[in-house]
């Protein structure tokens, strides 16, 4: 009888512990699903903020995915006098920079009443460029690094070190270009040329939306290398035509915007999926750790 109540006591706490763990779970996607990409609520005028930091890739915060949701939330927010970009990037996707100009255009179109202010950060370069030059004006601070209009791509070559240690390619392939700029062989002149005219269009691509964006205002005359992919300081790219004026998000939302209520549109990552990311992650890690160790423990057995 006593391991009979044993077994009954333990059958209960497993329960007790499931019970625990899915209202956890439950807990968590309910914050999750109430605060990511929420708002603040406020009745009072104010100035939107979206913040557009570090490298712009897909899946990830600075994605276009996430940046429109939140241009959207915006524009449509009643209250949002005004909007501004803050951007402190060096560039990364041009799809995603594409995607998020192309937004930017649409939306301005819709809401011609409400103007979007782009403020440049330390870094406004490349692609977070790409995104500003579709803004109705570009702010940055004296020493803000903006510009960098160009494409690259960048690789490394192991042919002759491959050759010092005796390592020898083998690439199986059923195209005459799929092994295309194959670091580990050596460079074909005709790919060369394929790729930078595929970088060359691409360059014509950001150009043509820098011009689109900033119209009369580029000051190109005697400057053939603002398009360049050089990088310049806040005070030479007003004189440039790349931004309008110096100022930061306070300047911006007081003395342009005239709403000094700043309030975060940024869409945040949903928790939910950070939670069961990481969970994912810590298993995997464990899991491998722990195969890891059994293999290692079987060498080890089979060696003596």
């Not at 006593?2 to 914050?31: N, P």
């Not at 690789?155 to 050759?163: H, I, N, P, R, T």
């Not at 004189?239 to 939302?253: P, Q």
Request: aromatic share 8%.
């Amino acid at each position: 009888m006593a391991s009979v109540t044993e077994q009954r006591r333990a059958r209960r706490w497993k329960l007790v512990y499931r019970f625990c763990a899915l209202g956890l779970v439950g807990s968590i996607f309910a914050f999750s699903q109430f605060s990511s990409g929420s708002v603040d609520a406020t009745g009072k005028p104010h100035t939107a903020v979206i913040n557009v930091r570090g490298e712009i890739t897909d899946n990830s915060m600075t994605s276009a995915g996430m940046i429109n949701q939140a241009l959207r939330n915006a524009f449509e927010a009643e209250n949002a006098k005004g909007i501004i970009l803050y951007i402190n990037s060096p560039g990364g996707s041009p799809v995603q920079a594409g995607q998020v100009a192309d937004e930017i255009h649409r939306l301005r179109a819709k809401y011609p009443a409400k103007k979007l202010h782009a403020v440049i950060g330390d870094l406004g370069a490349s692609g977070g460029y790409y995104m500003a030059a579709a803004a109705d004006d570009i702010y940055a601070d004296k020493a803000s690094l903006v510009g960098s209009i160009g494409v690259t791509a960048a690789s490394f070559g192991y042919v002759d070190l491959m050759k010092t240690v005796g390592v020898e390619r083998r690439a199986y392939t059923s195209g005459e270009h799929k092994a295309f700029l194959d670091p580990f062989q050596p460079e074909n002149p005709e790919e060369i040329e394929f790729w930078s005219g595929v970088l060359g269009k691409t360059h014509q691509q950001f150009i043509g939306e820098v011009i689109k964006g900033r119209g009369d205002r580029l000051k190109l005359d005697g400057h053939d290398d603002v398009f360049s992919g050089l990088i310049w300081t806040g005070e030479q790219a007003k004189e440039l035509g790349l931004i309008d004026e110096l100022g930061s998000v306070e300047t911006v939302a007081r003395d342009v915007v005239k709403a000094e209520d700043l309030v975060d549109y940024t869409v945040e990552e949903n928790r939910f999926d950070v939670f069961a990311r990481k969970l994912g992650a810590s298993v995997i890690a464990e899991a491998v750790t722990a195969v890891t160790q059994r293999v290692s423990s079987f060498q080890s057995l089979v060696l003596r």
